[in-house]
């Protein structure tokens, strides 16, 4: 009987070693198998007409940045306010999907923040890949509308919960409790970011204490004596560790001895959205914080410890690229990944169509209507990516630089900039065979696709696809691509 338990037990170990080992593996898999050689940054920029929109920047050594798409933004919200706050980027174990979640709101389009965290959404906006370049329409998932006098959901983040296989969405709701109306965590739980269990209260700091920022990194090694490790913004920035995710949580300390706070009455650096980054090949974290306050972006600490917060020190020698950096997330990149992201949006050619006969001016969009303007403002409504043709890869299309996914099109002989919806129609609309100007064969000119008889002119400087039969249309038919 001895004997039987004991093969029974080992058999038991054994199964317990293989679990784990699957588990950890699917946890650190990329890192394993593919080291990370690079780093992706999500972000905003702020309340410009584009700026609460997805920007993504690229870092090789995780201090020094380089903004990507020519710093444009890659994503655009097209679903609940048309905006998006604080982005997050998730990697599913296996490395197969990839998730980007976001807070719905759009500060530019004059929402006041008191409608914004009193009725705003409690919508996210999620996009989802496979590879990182080729993303899904943007989706709505409500994660706190079953919160009782819900006024909004942001800030959100996730993470890979090992020990149920799932992932935990956590984010900041401004509700009513015990008589006090202020902004604490909620979590919920899911596989596919489709569909959610029920909003539950994560973290609360007591008494009037709000709290909207907080972000989980995990340190498979536990290195400082916890598996997980958890920066919020509340009042101070607090560092916590955990062996769990929704387990208890231990207070570790604060920053206020390196003279940083999250108290806006703070004399010291008082910042927010805090963003962690593994240090790649190294028991070492970075935590980046946003200092808004004085408007001054992201700035790095590093800590080979996360046991004590007397392990954080400063970095002064980085860059952060031309673009402002606002609440995001940090992933790191394997080289294939990374030879894919920067293919994709890394630095490449941008062109302008400079009219032949009005030299001053050029093709641009606005409003999504489409012609010719000298003195464009802002630039990037006259800057396209010259890409093989939607229909005919030996044709051309013209995707917008400060509209992703967006082309110039064709519809009733009129252009238009429109978002690419993937159909056989769009595609031939879209497409256009670059031949020699008509009116100078230094010059282009571009023929459509599916309307072989009529080219690319303008029109009373309004860009329309028309027959060429005189001087004067063949003049307005020429184009040269700049630069």
Excluded: C
Aim: aromatic share 12%; hydrophobic share 40%.
């Amino acid at each position: 009987m001895k004997r039987t338990l004991s093969r029974i037990g080992a058999m038991l170990g054994a199964m317990v070693l293989v679990i784990s080992a699957q588990v950890l593996f699917a946890v650190d898999r990329a890192s394993a198998a593919d080291p990370f050689t690079g780093y992706l940054m999500v972000h905003f920029t702020g309340e410009s007409t584009t700026g609460e929109q997805i920007y993504l920047a690229h870092s090789r050594d995780g201090l020094h940045w380089n903004d990507l798409n020519n710093d444009a933004p890659v994503l655009l919200s097209t679903v609940g306010t048309g905006g998006v706050r604080d982005p997050a980027i998730v990697r599913s174990p296996n490395s197969d999907k990839f998730w980007i979640i976001a807070t719905d709101l759009r500060m530019a389009s004059g929402t006041s923040w008191s409608d914004a965290a009193n009725r705003g959404s409690t919508q996210l906006v999620v996009w989802e890949s496979t590879d990182l370049v080729n993303w899904s329409a943007p989706r709505l998932l409500d994660v706190a509308g079953a919160i009782s006098g819900a006024g909004d959901a942001w800030a959100p983040e996730a993470i890979f919960d090992p020990a149920t296989g799932d992932y935990v969405i956590y984010w900041a709701t401004n509700a009513t409790l015990d008589g006090v109306k202020k902004h604490r965590i909620y979590y919920t739980r899911t596989t596919d970011f489709r569909t959610v269990t029920a909003p539950t209260l994560y973290i609360d700091r007591g008494a009037g204490q709000g709290i909207i920022d907080t972000q989980i990194v995990e340190s498979p090694t536990s290195v400082g004596g916890f598996r997980y490790y958890r920066a919020s913004a509340d009042g101070q920035i607090t560092i916590e560790g955990s062996n769990s995710i929704l387990g208890s949580w231990t207070r570790i300390g604060d920053l206020s001895h390196m003279g940083i706070s999250n108290d806006w009455a703070d004399d010291g650096n008082v910042v927010e959205g805090p963003m962690w980054m593994p240090i790649n090949g190294r028991n070492e974290w970075g935590l980046w914080l946003d200092q808004f306050k004085t408007g001054r972006g992201y700035m790095p600490l590093t800590s080979t410890n996360l046991g004590s917060t007397n392990n954080f020190r400063t970095v002064s020698d980085y860059a952060l690229g031309s673009t402002l950096k606002r609440h995001g997330g940090i992933m790191s990149l394997t080289a294939a990944e990374e030879s894919r992201v920067l293919a994709k949006w890394g630095v490449r050619p941008v062109n302008r169509l400079q009219s032949f006969n009005f030299q001053d001016r050029y093709v641009r969009h606005a409003n999504f209507d489409v012609g010719i303007d000298p003195n464009v403002s802002p630039l990037q409504d006259s800057q396209f990516r010259i890409m093989p043709g939607l229909a005919d890869s030996s044709a051309v299309s013209f995707e917008s630089v400060n509209y992703p996914g967006y082309y110039l099109r064709h519809v009733n002989y009129d252009f238009v900039l429109a978002s690419y919806d993937g159909t056989t129609q769009f595609q031939a609309d879209a497409t256009f065979r670059q031949v020699a100007g008509l009116a100078s064969s230094t010059w282009s000119s571009f023929q459509s696709y599916n309307y072989p008889d009529r080219y690319i002119r303008h029109n009373d400087y309004q860009l329309k696809l028309d027959p060429i039969t005189t001087a004067i249309a063949r003049n307005d038919a020429t184009f040269r691509l700049t630069s």
